[in-house]
Every structure is written in C-alpha cells, then in structure tokens.
C-alpha cells in the first residue's frame, strides 16, 4: 500500500508540472497571437503622423501605445486609440482579442460596416467606437457580449433599425447611439435593461413613438431622445421612473397634455427640456412642487393659460417658457399679483430667465435684483408695461438684456454703468422716451444696442462710441436729433449703423472711413447736410448705404467706384449735382436710386440710361475737365512730395513695415518670419499634440499653432494660425500642395483663406516635411455648425448667419471663376472646406484640388482621370471623366447650400435607392417647406 500511494503522488506531481507547462505553452501562444493581431490591425488601416511607430516586432506588444495587458500571460485586455486619425475599416482582426475588456477607437476615420466577431468577445465590457464614419446596421450579434457595460456608436453613419436582440445585456449601463441615421421604433425590449442609467437616442430619424416598457428602468438617470421625430405622448410610466435626473424630448411632434403629477413622481429630477414640441394645455400647477429641478425649459409649444407659480423651485437655475400662448390671467389682477411674486421667490441662483412671445401683461416683472447670478433676461414679445425697474443694475453678470416689443414707457433707467458684462441690450419696439443715457458707455462688452421704433429724442451720446466692442448699432425711428457724432470711426469692428428716420442734422463726418468692417450704412429720413465724404469709398465691406432724403449737396464721390460688395444704394432726394461716377459698381447693383437729384447727370449713355439720368451738357463736361487738370496738378505735387519722404523713410538704418496690395498687412505679419522650420511648428502645436488639431483632410492634417513673433526684437507677443501638415506619404499629397501653393499666391479675396507663410523642412527623423500657415479661424468650419457633435451644445446658425455665409461663399467663387486671369476652379467645395471667422464670415479654403482653367481652346486639358472632389458634392459630368469647369463649381455650391437650410448631409442614409440631395429637394412641395427644414431656422420665431 504505501508503495501504491508513492505512485500515485509521484504520478500527481508529474500530472500537475505537465498540466503548468502547457499552460504557460499556451499563454505564451495566446500572446503571440494577440501581438501579431495587432500588427495586422496596423498594416489594415491608415496611421497618419507615425501614431503608431512604436509598434514593431523587436519590442513587447505590451509596451505599445494603447495596449494594456494582462498581469499573467500578456493577453491584450484594452486597446484604447481614440484621437489619432485612423482609417480604414473594422476588420475581422480584432476579433483575435479573446481577453479583451475594453476596445475604444472614438473620434478617428474608420469607415464601412462593422466585420468583429462579437461572439468571439466574450469578456468585452466597453466598446467606444464615437465619432468615426461607420456605416451600415448595428450588428444584433452584439448581444451575444453578455458582460458588456458600455456601448458608444453615436456621431457615426449607422442606419436601420435598433436591434431588439440589444434588450438581453442586463449589465448593460451605457447605451448611446446619438446623431446618426436610424429608423423604425424603439425597440420594446429594452424596456429589460435593468442596470441601464444612460440612454441617448438623439438625433437619430426615428418614427415611432416612446414604448411605455422604457418606464421598467428603475435605474435610468440621464434620457436623451431629442431631434428625432418621435409622435404621441410621453408615457405616465417614463415619469414615474424615481432616478430620472435628466429628461430630454425636444426637437419631436409630441403632444398632448402634461400630467398633473409630472415632477412628483421622480424626486431627483434636474433637467427637464420639453421645447420644441407640440404639448399643450395649461402647464399644472403641481410643477412648483418639484423643488429639486434646476432647469426646465418649456418653450416653442401650445400651453396656455395662466403662468404656473414658480416660488417653491428654490433650486432653479434656467427657466425658459418663451414662445406658448401663457396669460398674466384669466380673471383677476390678484393672480397677476401671484405670479410676479412667484417669480420674485425663485432661487437666487437663477441664471436664465425667459418668458418672451407670449401673452403676458402687466408691469415689468419685479424682485429681478435678487438674482445676482442672472445672465440672460428675456421677457420681449408680450404686452408688459410700465417703466423698467432701476433695481436691474443690480445684476452685474447679466450680459443679454431683451425686452423689445412690449409696451414699456418712461425713460430708460441710468443703469447701465453699473452692468460689466452686457453683450446684447434690445428694447425696441416700445414706448420709451427721454434721452438715450450717457452710462451706456460705460459696457465695455456690449455688442447690439437695439434702441429702434421708441419715443427717444435728444442727441446721440459720444460715450456710445466708447465702447470698442459694439458691431450693431439701431438707433431708428425715434426723435433723435444733432450730428451723427464723428467718433463714430472710433468703432473698427462695427457692422451696422441704422439712424434712420430722426431728426439728425449737420454734416457727415469724414471719420466715418475709418469703421473699416461696416456693412450697413443707414441714415436715411434725416436733415443731414454737406457733401458725402469721400472716405465712404474705404468702407470696403459696405454692403448697404442709404442716403436718402436727406440734404446731402455737391458731387457723387468718384471713391464709392471702390465698394465693390455694394447690392443696395439710395441717394434719392438730396441735392447732389455733378456727373455721376463711370464706375460699373452703378450698374451691378440690385438697387439703385438717384432719383430727386435734379443736378445729377451722366456722361456714359448705359448709367444714364439705367438711372433715368440726363447727359452732361459738353459745357460742364469742359469745366469738369478744367477742374480735374487742377486736381491733377495738385495730385502731383503732392506725389513728388510722397517720393521725397518716402526716400528720406528709406536712408539707412530707417525700417518700413510691408503692406499689400489690398492696403492689409503683408503675409509676413510683423515679426514672423517668411519661412520657418520645422522645429518653430513642433513648438508652436506641442508637438502636434491630439488637442490642437482642428481637422483632417485626404492629404494632410491640420494643427493650431501658437507662435511667438517679435517688434523689433525688442516687443514679443503671440500669434495662433492655422498649420496644414502635409501626409507625404500620400501619393499626390506633394501634388496638392504645390496646386495649393500656386493657386493661394494668385489670389486675394475677404472670402478666401489667407496664407500666411509655407515650410520646407526636415523633420527630427530626417524625413521631408511640408506644411502651409494660415489664418486660424476662431470659430471652427461650416460643417462643425450644421452637425454639433450635441445638439444641447448651442451651437446653431441664424437665417440670417446662413443666408450671409451663402453670400460669402458665392461672393468667393465669382472672384474665382470672374475675377482671376486664368479663371480659376475650386473642385472640392464643401461645409468642412468654409472656415468661418470671429465674425461668422465665410473663407473658403483648401484648394489641394483647384485648377487653372485655360484661356484658348488650343490650350484645352484632356478629360482628367478620376473623380473631381469629395463624395456627395462632384458634378455628375466629373464621374463621366469630365473636364473641370466653373460649372462643376456652381453644381458643388448648390449641395451645401441646400445643407445650410435643411442640415442633411448629400451622404445621409435616406438618401438611397436612387435619389439624392438635389432630387429630394426638387420633389418637394413649396407648403412642405416647414417639414423638411433644419428645425433650429425656427428657435427664434
């Protein structure tokens, strides 16, 4: 026996150390596995910028960037390379990862459908695949990931419907499929995603309505399903769900009306947003119990009735009830009383308030100086009255302060040298008189003051011209009179002025030349005097001047041939005398009127015939003559005088800055040099680091760069543009830059993108480096507008701001194809190709694709060889190998042009089957034009 138990421990031992030694035989292959995994996954997709270089085989796959192993048996557990510009498509490689946990490839270039083998991912807890372009279903096969946690896909091209089969992970938590192009109904099962606290559907083109098993989720914190096209009601059991924080439906076509119990139910409820939407009835009362909620927005909907009382919401920090059909009361002033009051007893935190476009009366609301925190004050559109409280001054954060169209009278309070931060001050349209006060100076950070359609007399305080940052000034329709005050030129950024229809008199000052950005000129219905200034000729910019009726006298400056962006100008009923200016800009005009100058004449029969202007007689045509050898004469003394300083300007020791021809500073800019290295760039983008790039295109990326320029060498300062790095790799990315290079020296226009300098380097592996600086514009390009990544993010573009960035964009490509000898064509116009300035101008850029087109027919390029631009924009005649032309041009503008007003992109899933952007956009009707519309067009109205 005892030999028996030494045998059979014996043969235990040696079991055990062969069982150990295929172990670690295994592991060491399940290793080699993974690594070799992962090299396949980089030969398979396209690393810009070497992310990825220290991915080799002499090096252990575990210290790789992104790679997280296992503690035993270097198995890959996390791959995480989000921010590095991949592309390429989801091959079946990744699915080789069996001990994978967490896989994030968020904010890259990946494309095509999804190839993983989920099946085989047994272990994954988190997949963040976000803002990429993948296209096709969500793969129902996901299901089958019983341990997964997170699921990201939104801001991608995912389309059809939600997969049931998803209603199974019931340790799913996050689920977030926003901003993409989904249909069909929520799906019912997921109603059993019992651990579910995240769920975001935004965005998405959803028909059906929300399936009341959504209310099973008992720990569901934070639902967003705003921007689809949800119908019906929100289900009672979706409000009884006790861990709701946030709640979010608008933008939908729900209705019906609000329960009475709306907010008891879920007492940690926060966020509450139901704008956009069709609900209506009376808004319950029982919403003031719900102490806990910080924000609630109920604007653009279909209540009525009387204001709710809000004085137990102790916790309120944004209230917007704008645009519904709300009442002061329905019977008595006592509940007027009430509900001032109530509003008087909201939280001191209150940050936004809006109560604008309804039907509310009564005195201006009171108790508003409590609010030390309020930023933004809307109560315009309704029928208020009274005088606007003095107390308000007490509100040093608020920076938008509206209350146009109202009935408010009395004189505006002196008030407003005591708010810090106001940008946006509209009281028009209303019945306030007095004197416009001196205190209004005093808001160095104010940029509307909208006083138009009051009682206001008096003259125009200087102290309005005080402040630098003002670009809308409205003045209109009040009792105004005096001189338009000549510090007006103090004001470079201003874009409109509008005194029209006062009482203004004296002379124009020439001062006015120097608002360099102005593109409305309006001082029309007045009693001013004088001759125009011909410094109205440098207003570059001008877009719109309007002189009339007034008593101008004397000549037509010959300066206003220099606005060439004029559409609008009216100089009828004055006194103006002279030949009118030869100039084109008369005759390309939209509107022009000289007419009730009856000394005005014309020596060009097609102006005078366009303007129903006589022919100067030859007699004033001779004096006309005689006095410009005058002013000849006088011009060239004056000329060989400029010669004598300007040589004096150059003895030696004596610098000069560059200008150029545009009168702009030159690209140079002032201390930076003509060219610089590749070292400068590195510094200036921290080594091109993942958060300062601001965009990727088919042959480059581009960083904001900070760099240092000296005065002098003596004064530093900083300067950000924009560096486009050039992927030499890319086999015409050397092509493309020098078509770039060659296209961006020919030209120069206020829509174009500047470029500032270029860099030939070598970079610190002795690799050539290529790369163009330009203008960095602050606010991003036209496509990040029209697709927020969130649409709670703010960002949107007025009708107005639309139709402006049409304009430029179109301003841009006539100078392109009219203007440039040889004419010139972009052949990649597109939302992500207009950059939009501080001011939300356009600036059309990247012409990698531009071509000159030749000038005789002898010189005619043959058919070019592949596709002309970016998928979604090509003229149909470039897919059949056509040649570049201007048309092709004006094909690509109508694609975002039509984007701009309905905010689909020509690559969305419902376009299919045959039918395109343009095709849809013809089929509908004039009466649908409401449905097919970007809905943010009509936030405002």
Known sequence: MEHLHFLLLVFTI?????????????????????????????????????????????????????????????????????????????????????FLHTLNLSHNLFHGQIQLEFSRLQLLQQIDLKNNFINGTIPAILSTCHNLETLRLEENRFSGKLPPELGSLQKLKTLSVSINNLTG????????????????????????EIPSELGCLRNLQYFQLSGNHLTGEIP????????????????????????????????????????????????????????GIEYLDLSMNRFHGPVPLFGNMKKLIWLNLGSNFLSSTTALNFQLIDYLTSFANLSSNLQHFCIANNLLTGSFPQGFDKFHNLISLSIEQNAFTGEIPKNIAKLKKLQSFSVFQNMLSGEIPDIFGNLTQPSDD?????????????????????????????????????????????????????????????????????????????????????????????????????????????????????????????????????????????KKLNLSFNHLEGE????????????????????????????????????CKTRAIKRYHLLKILVSAAGVTLFLCLIFC??????????KNKVDKDGEPSPSLKGLLPMISYSDIRLATSNF????????????????????????????????????????????????????????????????????????????????????????????NLDRWLYPEDMESGLSL?????????????????????????????????PANVLLDENMAAHVGDFGLARFLPQHPSQEESSTIGVKGSIGYIAPEYGLGGKSSTSGDVYSFGIPLLEMFIAKRPTDGMFKEGLSLNQFESAVDSDQAFEIADPRLFKDF
């Open 185 to 208: 109904s929520i799906p019912r099962t997921f109603g059993n995603l019992s651990s579910l606290t995240s769920l975001n559907l935004a965005r998405n083109q959803s028909l059906a």
């Open 426 to 566: 509209q009281m028009d349209n209303n019945k306030l008189s007095g004197k416009i006060p001196n205190s209004l100076g005093f808001c160095q950070q104010i940029e509307t003051l909208n006083l138009t359609s009051n009682r206001l007399n008096g003259s125009i305080p200087n102290e309005i011209f005080r402040v630098s940052s003002l670009t809308n000034l409205n003045l209109s329709h009040n009792k105004l009179w005096g001189p338009l005050p000549s510090e007006v030129g103090n004001l470079k950024q201003l874009q409109v002025v509008d005194v029209s229809d006062n009482q203004l008199s004296g002379n124009l000052a020439a001062s006015i030349g120097g608002c360099v950005t102005l593109q409305l000129l309006n001082l029309s219905k007045n009693n001013i005097s004088g001759g125009i200034p011909g410094s109205v000729g440098k207003l570059t910019s001008l877009e719109v001047l309007d002189l009339s009726f007034n008593k101008f006298s004397g000549p037509i400056p010959r300066d206003l041939e220099n606005l060439q962006y004029l």
């Open 236 to 291: 009672s059991s979706v409000y009884n769900v006790s861990s709701l924080f946030f709640l979010s439906v608008t933008q939908n076509n729900l209705g019906g009306k609000l329960p009475n119990d709306i907010v008891q139910a879920p007492p940690n409820l926060r966020q509450l947003y139901l704008a956009q939407n069709s609900f209506e009835g009376i808004v319950p009362g029982s919403i003031s119990n719900a102490s």
């Open 646 to 655: 300007f040589l004096w300007a150059l003895r030696p020791g004596k610098k």
């Open 580 to 615: 009118v200016p030869k100039g084109k800009v008369f005759l390309n005009l939209s509107l022009t009127s000289v007419q009730g100058n009856n000394g005005l004449c014309s020596g060009d029969q097609e102006i005078a015939r366009y303007l129903e202007l006589p022919q």
């Open 14 to 98: 040696f079991q055990t150390r062969l069982y150990l030694g295929m172990s670690k035989m295994g592991c060491l292959e399940g290793a080699r596995a993974d690594k070799e995994a992962l090299l396949s996954f980089k030969f398979q997709v396209t690393v810009p910028q070497n992310a990825l270089s220290g991915w080799t085989r002499n090096s252990s796959h575990c210290t790789w960037y992104g790679v997280s192993c296992s503690s035993k048996g270097s198995r890959v557990q996390s791959l995480h390379l989000s921010w590095l510009g991949l592309g390429g498509t989801l091959g079946p490689q990744l699915s080789n990862f069996t």
């Open 689 to 780: 680091a993942a958060e300062n790039l601001i965009g990727k295109g088919g042959f480059g990326s581009v960083y904001k760069g900070s760099f240092i320029t000296s005065d002098n060498g003596a004064n530093t300062s900083n300067i950000t543009l924009a560096v486009k790095a050039l992927d030499l790799q890319q086999s015409k990315a050397l092509q493309s830059f020098f078509a770039e290079c060659e296209t961006l020296r020919n030209i120069r226009h206020r829509n174009l993108m500047k470029i500032i300098t270029s860099c030939f380097s070598i970079d610190h592996k002795g690799d050539q480096f290529k790369a163009l600086l330009m203008e960095f514009m602050p606010s991003g």
């Open 798 to 830: 007025s009708s107005l701001q639309r139709l402006n960035i049409a304009i430029d964009v179109a301003s841009a490509m006539e100078y392109l194809h009219n203007d440039c000898e040889p004419p010139i064509v972009h052949c990649d116009l597109k």
